[in-house]
C-alpha cells in the first residue's frame, strides 16, 4: 500500500479497491490452500481453537499464556514432583532459593491478578528429597555427641536471659 486514501472516499471502498486491483493482478493466486476452506476440527466449536493450532505449530507451551502468579504456583508443584529426580540437598536448596526469589520479586510488584503465591517451604522439600534418598546420612544435631547428651551434668541448660519488656516494669526510680 504505496498511495493514500483520496481524500473523497470512504475506507471501505477504498480498500475493497485495493484488493479487487490486488485480485486482477493475480496477487492472491498462488498462497498455499487457494480455495479450501480453512480447516476446522470435529466438535471444536469455540472461538479459541485458532490459537491453540497456532501454540501447537510454533512449539509454545500453553503455560506461556498464564499469568504470573499461576506459572509460578505451577512451578511449585513442578518442584515438589521432580525434587527426587536432584542430585544433592544443596541443589534443592539452590532451586528452592531461586523459586522464592521469583515469588517475593512479584509479590514487590505484582502484575495481573491479585492470586496469593505462598513461599516454598525449603525443609518439605527437603524431606521430600530424603524420602527418595533414603542411604544420604542426615548430621546430627549442632551441640555434641551422642555420648554428651546421655550425661545428665553435661546438658546443663544456660540460663534464661530476661526480655527487656519485663525488666523494664521493674525498675524503682531513684
Known sequence: MTERKPPGMSFTSW???????????????????AGKPLPRRA????????LRDYLRREGIP?????????????????????VQDMASE???LEAVAELNYRIIEWRRIPLGPQIFVP????????????AGH???LVPPPAGGTRGAAADPAAADPAPARRRWWRLRGRRTPA
Open 15 to 33: 480498500i475493497d479497491q485495493q484488493i479487487s486491483e490486488a485480485a486482477a493482478r493475480g496477487a492472491f493466486d498462488d498462497l498455499p490452500g
Open 43 to 50: 466438535g471444536e466449536d469455540d472461538d479459541q481453537a485458532w
Open 62 to 82: 500453553t503455560d506461556a499464556l498464564l499469568p504470573a502468579p499461576l506459572k509460578l504456583r505451577k512451578e511449585i508443584a513442578a518442584l515438589a514432583e521432580t
Open 90 to 92: 544443596d541443589e534443592v
Open 119 to 130: 513461599l516454598v517451604d525449603k525443609e518439605l522439600m527437603l524431606s521430600k528429597w530424603r
Open 134 to 136: 533414603p542411604s544420604v
